[in-house]
């Protein structure tokens, strides 16, 4: 587990998702897509790694996704087959605020 903030860049290494940290809860946390950590862009990908057919319900570009308390919140710049998961849970797509009624 390492120590994330706001702007760090991520990638997959079992996929082609790539993420960046738009807000990052205080402490470590470990950051997975397709089941295996997600590792810097530079980082040379650990061989023998394959997409996790529990963690495979893919990533679309623009959206962002967060941890059920809203602490993590990453943005996709790369689509891929792989799920992001913070320490195991499975992070959703942010819902757009609904717009005040204008009657």
Do not use: W
Request: proline residues 6%; hydrophobic residues 35%; contains cysteine.
């Amino acid at each position: 587990m390492a120590e994330i903030k706001a702007g760090t860049r991520l990638r997959s290494a079992v996929c082609e998702t790539e993420v960046m940290v738009v807000s990052a809860p205080e402490g470590a946390v470990q950051i997975t897509c397709g089941g295996a950590p997600m590792i810097g862009m530079d980082d040379e990908a650990p061989h023998g790694l394959t997409l996790s057919s529990d963690a495979a319900r893919g990533t679309l570009l623009g959206k962002r996704y967060v941890t059920n308390t809203g602490d993590l919140e990453v943005l996709c710049t790369k689509p891929g087959e792989g799920s992001v998961a913070a320490d195991g849970e499975i992070l959703e797509v942010k819902e757009a605020k609904p717009l005040p009624s204008s009657d």
